[in-house]
């Protein structure tokens, strides 16, 4: 393939991965080239400066952002299905996306839709996670988020797919090289205790939000979350919808007894467990 052609799509890769999938034929005209490691290199530095320009910036929503970075990750992998791209510019996103407040609820809604995160956009990560999601087994150590774990330890070597480390790869390359995009985004944070932290104060937050006990989409999200994530890793969100549902069973029995007709506009008590509860700010 032409070297001018090739650096010319390297340059409207930022466009192409915003399209995609519907620019996966452009987004096909790189891969025979990107054999060649100085045209890899060229590809990571060009669609790396874009992304620093068009992308990471105060002005970009968190949606956006997310939304890019998941088909960042598929365009890609149909690039360089090693995954040394990926590697190279993968990692200022992420951390650029680790430091936004509202990750994580943007990352939930991202799976399990509602609010503005419903529509197309990420359609095949929701897929990804009804597959995930109907696996026997899946938990914390079976599951598909713990079989791709984004350290590089000695064990590797004994993988008898084990493959040396490409010498033009990026120094998350081990973290790149995961088929699962959702582990990827769990791994935005330095480990997977933390996305679960954060996901529990988002799950507080949300629950001392609701209004009238009516915490049916907090329920639903937990659940789907509990197949792919496993029970014991959601544990303490299981104990503060408990809660929400002891809270509005006492406050029923309460006003039962003292027949209050207007009790619906009165204030509604939450009782919490407080070793379960996280701290907020």
Same mark, same amino acid.
């Given at each position: 393939?032409?070297?001018?052609?090739?650096?010319?799509? +390297?340059?409207?890769?930022?466009?192409?991965?915003?399209?995609?999938?519907?620019?996966?034929?452009?987004?096909?005209?790189?891969?025979?080239?990107?054999?060649?490691?100085?045209?890899?290199?060229?590809?990571?530095?060009?669609?790396?400066?874009?992304?620093?320009?068009?992308?990471?910036?105060?002005?970009?929503?968190?949606?956006?952002?997310?939304?890019?970075?998941?088909?960042?990750?598929?365009?890609?992998?149909?690039?360089?299905?090693?995954?040394?791209?990926?590697?190279?510019?993968?990692?200022?996103?992420?951390?650029?996306?680790?430091?936004?407040?509202?990750?994580?609820? @943007?990352?939930?809604?991202?799976?399990?839709?509602?609010?503005?995160?419903?529509? +197309?956009?990420?359609?095949?990560?929701?897929?990804?996670?009804?597959?995930?999601?109907?696996? @026997?087994?899946?938990?914390? +150590?079976?599951? +598909?988020?713990?079989?791709?774990?984004?350290?590089?330890?000695?064990?590797?070597?004994?993988?008898?797919?084990?493959?040396?480390?490409?010498?033009?790869?990026?120094?998350?390359?081990?973290?790149?090289?995961?088929?699962?995009?959702?582990?990827?985004?769990?791994?935005?944070?330095?480990?997977?205790?933390?996305?679960?932290?954060?996901?529990?104060?988002?799950?507080?937050?949300?629950?001392?939000?609701?209004?009238?006990?009516? @915490?049916?989409?907090?329920?639903?999200?937990?659940?789907?979350?509990?197949?792919?994530?496993?029970?014991?890793?959601?544990?303490?969100?299981?104990?503060?919808?408990?809660?929400?549902?002891?809270?509005?069973?006492?406050?029923?029995?309460?006003?039962? @007894?003292?027949?209050?007709?207007?009790?619906?506009?009165?204030?509604?008590?939450?009782?919490?467990?407080?070793?379960?509860?996280?701290?907020?700010?």
């Amino acid at each position: 393939m032409d070297v001018e052609l090739t650096k010319g799509r +390297a340059f409207q890769l930022f466009d192409l991965i915003a399209d995609w999938p519907d620019s996966t034929p452009a987004v096909g005209d790189l891969k025979e080239s990107i054999s060649q490691t100085s045209l890899r290199l060229f590809i990571s530095q060009t669609l790396s400066a874009s992304l620093r320009k068009r992308l990471l910036h105060p002005g970009a929503r968190t949606r956006d952002i997310l939304q890019l970075y998941v088909s960042l990750v598929y365009a890609v992998r149909h690039i360089d299905p090693q995954g040394i791209v990926l590697s190279r510019v993968a990692g200022p996103i992420r951390r650029y996306l680790r430091a936004r407040p509202d990750i994580v609820h @943007v990352i939930v809604s991202s799976l399990l839709g509602g609010g503005d995160e419903d529509d +197309a956009g990420f359609e095949q990560l929701r897929s990804e996670l009804d597959a995930a999601g109907a696996e @026997v087994g899946t938990g914390p +150590a079976t599951g +598909a988020a713990g079989r791709h774990d984004t350290s590089e330890s000695p064990t590797d070597y004994l993988d008898p797919n084990w493959t040396p480390r490409p010498i033009d790869a990026g120094p998350s390359y081990r973290q790149s090289r995961s088929a699962d995009v959702i582990a990827m985004l769990v791994s935005i944070f330095d480990d997977r205790a933390t996305f679960v932290k954060a996901l529990e104060v988002s799950t507080a937050r949300a629950l001392l939000k609701s209004r009238g006990y009516d @915490v049916q989409t907090e329920y639903r999200n937990n659940e789907v979350l509990k197949r792919r994530f496993g029970d014991a890793a959601l544990a303490r969100c299981d104990v503060m919808l408990q809660d929400v549902v002891d809270s509005r069973r006492t406050d029923a029995s309460v006003w039962s @007894v003292l027949e209050q007709a207007q009790h619906d506009a009165a204030m509604k008590p939450l009782i919490t467990s407080r070793h379960f509860w996280p701290d907020l700010e």
